[in-house]
């Protein structure tokens, strides 16, 4: 196999065992950051994924990791909103929404999505060596290099646009994000353009954040002594992702 392979059969397999053990943590509830820790693996997974599409096998992992993403986000979105919500002072509100946590987590370890991720993901890298064998996987290295270029591409298109959409800003630099650190030996992001994708991305999750609790906050009556300070940290994000994005814009017109 060539060194691109191998390196794709490692990665898996070091995402498999943490998916596992994920798994395990979810089912023993041992600590709570396992389902967001399931939710990054998964992530860094389809990542690895986006690049490889035609490569056998890689569509079926693709839709069943998706399928568990969706599975998770509500139950993830709903942990971020309680640890908020205690943080502010309204724990009753905040343990209302982590009532029944451990069954919680125990569903989504026995969860079908779940089961199918691992199945797949078990006999993935036979699927990848035999492409290897015949020859599917040729000029990996050049594949992916010009699959992740175009990522680079549309995160700079979007970034010069003055009526940039945030919500599809967030999407654009976590895959240019996570497609860089997957395959790293291809230099796509230097150590500074990494850490300016991490803080934008860290910037607008705060945005996105609190836009989801003031659209929560119209349906949910014990929300509503939270809306003014969330508005106030909307505009403050909205502030900070400015400056970041235009750091990041900056430093992408130069890459």
């Known amino acids: 196999m060539s060194a691109m392979l191998d390196h794709v059969v490692a990665q898996v397999l070091v995402l498999d065992v943490r998916l596992l053990a994920c798994r395990e943590r979810l089912a023993a509830d041992t600590d709570s950051e396992a389902l967001h820790d399931l939710r990054t693996t998964l992530r860094r997974l389809r990542s690895l994924l986006r690049p490889l599409r035609g490569l056998p096998g890689v569509d079926h992992l693709e839709d069943a990791a998706k399928s568990l993403g969706t599975l998770t986000t509500p139950l993830r979105d709903r942990e971020v909103l309680a640890a908020q919500l205690i943080a502010q002072g ?23 999505q779940l089961h199918r991720v691992l199945a797949i993901l078990e006999a993935f890298p036979m699927f ?126 130069r890459r």
Not at 100 to 111: D, E, P, Q
Request: aromatic letters at 4%; glycine letters at 8%.
């Open 128 to 253: 990848l060596r035999a492409a290897g064998r015949e020859g599917l996987a040729e000029h990996l290295r050049r594949r992916l290099d010009k699959r992740l270029e175009k990522q680079w591409r549309a995160l700079r298109a979007a970034l010069d646009d003055p009526a940039h959409d945030r919500h599809r800003l967030r999407l654009l630099i976590k895959r240019a994000r996570y497609g860089a650190e997957a395959y790293p030996q291809l230099g796509h992001a230097g150590k500074r353009l990494q850490r300016l994708l991490r803080q934008a991305q860290g910037d607008l999750g705060d945005w996105h954040d609190r836009v989801q609790w003031l659209l929560q906050a119209r349906d949910q009556r014990d929300l509503s002594g939270c809306t003014m300070a969330w508005e106030q940290e909307l505009q403050a994000a909205e502030g900070e992702s400015d400056i970041t994005l235009d750091a990041l814009r900056k430093a992408l017109a």
């Open 90 to 112: 309204h724990g009753q509100a905040g343990e209302r929404r982590l009532e029944g946590r451990a069954r919680t987590f125990a569903g989504v370890a026995a969860s079908p």
